[in-house]
């Protein structure tokens, strides 16, 4: 079994930073891809990045150029860096991990983000 944990979230203003940690424990074996999503209020839940145990990336169109995803291989633990943090960014930010970018069976709890004056 694959464990997720994020941990990172919080209250920013419009413009700022916020670094989420993802670590993942377990039966990792399986795992080739971490990624992260989110999901505002109402809406469905989206993918922002991925990434692949060979440092392969993958990002949503409207993520690209604010967030970075990286990770240390040392701790598994997956990082979502995001700067220039606009209000519509405000969501729940789940870690999900899986064999490929796109498969991810095992997912975290989520951490919230809330981008507001």
């Known amino acids: 079994q694959v464990q997720l944990v994020e941990s990172g979230g919080g209250l920013v203003q419009p413009g700022g930073s916020l670094r989420l940690s993802c670590a993942v424990s377990?039966?990792?074996?399986?795992?080739?891809?971490v990624a992260w999503y989110r999901q505002a209020p109402g809406q469905q839940r989206d993918l922002v990045a991925a990434?692949?145990?060979?440092?392969?990336?993958n990002y949503a169109d409207s993520m690209k150029g604010r967030f970075t995803i990286s990770r240390d291989t040392a701790n598994d633990t997956v990082f979502l860096q995001m700067s220039g943090l606009k209000p519509e960014d405000t969501a729940v930010y789940f870690c999900?991990?899986?064999?490929?970018?796109?498969?991810?069976?095992?997912w975290g709890q989520g951490t919230q983000v809330t981008v507001s004056l």
């Open positions: 990434i692949t145990s060979g440092g392969a990336t």
């Open positions: 999900a991990a899986g064999p490929n970018f796109y498969d991810h069976p095992y």
């Open positions: 377990g039966s990792s074996f399986s795992i080739n891809a």
